[in-house]
């Protein structure tokens, strides 16, 4: 069968896409809950207000990151993105509360809800239209290494289930007449939408505290590395060590140290690890590999009482 391939946009276009798609949801729901003064359409309504700011701090974020290297940040403005997602988690947390300070409310003095079918059926679109969204969104997410994008797209995801909850909720009370089930609905959804933002934040502050890179790509490098490396007999010619990852964003940075006999001319060791540079990047796409070159007698030493002082 053939497969779907989507266009490639870039995260700046996306992020715009995210805020147009917001604004006809915030109108959608709105609507939605105007006729009917469900409390749950309106925590659904909410949580879209939160997707138009998000989308425009992610919008924000992503063309500062997409800066290029200046005298004052010489390694670029990649990180930039994580303060998207954490902004984003701390606007879902805030959302998140105030829906369960209005449903809490309207638990003990529920309220009929009017025109359910018009409601649900305007919930219902702006859901798909979400759902279309955040599916484009995590492809690209991939393909571009953008946590901005990623944690758009999971809010939108969080957005989708929580109108899933809001339309069943109103369905059970048109067809049990129990009114407090469309509070105790928004205190779900709430609950749910809570936890999303509390793993945006954790997310973001990872990366901004310089995370090592995935396991599936340290072993890209240690394979990489592994062709290099050699070894006659019991002694090792070339070896590598000191391998430490980070990243930065959608950029990655590794830096090693490359032991090599202490015989060999400087333009050999550094055609090598011109050679070794070359591989690491080829094999792990946004990488920059830093390699110090030592003698295959020399160790170096980190952490020391003097570097803790």
Same mark, same amino acid.
């Given at each position: ?62 063309? *500062? /990151?997409?800066?290029? $290297? ?5 390694? =670029?403005? !990649?990180?930039?993105?994580?303060? #998207?997602? @954490? ?97 105790? *609905? /928004?205190?779900?959804? $709430? ?5 999303? =933002?509390? !793993?945006?934040?954790?997310?973001? #502050?990872? @990366? ?102």
């Amino acid at each position: 069968m053939p497969t779907l391939r989507l266009p490639n946009w870039s995260p700046r276009t996306l992020l715009w896409a995210s805020v147009v798609v917001a604004l006809i949801t915030i109108t959608l729901k709105t609507w939605a809950w105007w006729i009917t003064d469900s409390v749950g359409l309106l925590s659904d309504a909410m949580e879209s207000l939160v997707n138009l700011a998000s989308a425009i701090f992610g919008l924000v974020m992503v063309t *500062v /990151a997409a800066q290029p $290297a200046d005298e004052e940040h010489p390694y =670029g403005h !990649h990180k930039a993105e994580y303060f #998207s997602s @954490g902004f984003e988690g701390i606007l879902i947390i805030v959302a998140a509360l105030g829906i369960i300070w209005t449903a809490g409310h309207r638990l003990f003095e529920p309220q009929p809800i009017e025109q359910v079918g018009w409601g649900l059926l305007l919930s219902v679109i702006s859901s798909a239209l979400n759902g279309l969204l955040a599916w484009v969104m995590f492809n690209a997410a991939k393909v571009h290494r953008s946590i901005a994008l990623e944690a758009d797209a999971k809010h939108l995801v969080t957005d989708v289930w929580t109108s899933v909850g809001v339309v069943l909720g109103i369905a059970l009370v048109s067809v049990t007449g129990w009114l407090w089930l469309d509070a105790v *609905v /928004a205190m779900g959804v $709430a609950l749910n939408i809570l936890q999303e =933002g509390w !793993h945006l934040i954790w997310r973001s #502050s990872q @990366g901004l505290m310089d995370e090592a890179l995935e396991p599936d790509v340290l072993a890209k490098i240690e394979e990489t590395l592994a062709g290099f490396a050699h070894q006659r007999g019991s002694v090792e010619i070339i070896r590598f060590d000191h391998v430490t990852t980070r990243k930065a964003g959608q950029r990655r940075f590794v830096d090693l140290h490359m032991h090599m006999p202490a015989a060999w001319s400087l333009g050999r060791a550094a055609a090598l690890r011109g050679s070794v540079e070359q591989a690491l990047m080829s094999a792990v796409p946004g990488l920059r590999a830093t390699i110090q070159l030592l003698p295959s007698d020399v160790e170096a030493h980190f952490d020391s009482q003097q570097d803790l002082l």
